[in-house]
């Protein structure tokens, strides 16, 4: 099962990319919460790179099956990457994903003008 939504480019759209996200899951029947916890982190931390890094609009996609596949699609052709530097701030977000997914991933979306940026959740929690 895939579901898709739309989202402006808007500070509240973060938040409602999270409920889309949990609210989905909730529906086809996932109860754990450790698993719906981890969704919407990982769709936080997605979406608010799509609002900072790409500054433009976004879509997510949500597909549930053997796991939960959070992607999120922008129109910046500029792949994520990940900052170490603890002095920096900020540039943590795809390190949280290495942590509460079982591995994220970004490809151009085939246009040269957007990417995909998703990650994987097991199931159980």
Do not use: Y
């Amino acid at each position: 099962m895939t579901v898709r939504r739309e989202f402006t480019l808007s500070a509240d759209s973060v938040g409602l990319a999270r409920h889309f996200v949990v609210d989905s899951l909730a529906s086809a029947g996932v109860t754990s919460l450790c698993v719906l916890d981890d969704a919407a982190l990982a769709v936080t931390e997605m979406t608010t790179n799509a609002l900072l890094h790409a500054d433009t609009e976004f879509e997510v996609a949500l597909t549930i099956g053997d796991a939960v596949r959070i992607a999120v699609h922008d129109r910046s052709s500029a792949m994520p990457c990940s900052r170490n530097d603890p002095c920096v701030p900020g540039g943590r977000g795809l390190l949280i994903l290495d942590g509460v997914s079982s591995g994220w991933q970004a490809a151009d979306d085939g246009t040269g003008k957007g990417k995909w940026v998703w990650c994987d959740l097991p199931l159980s929690g």
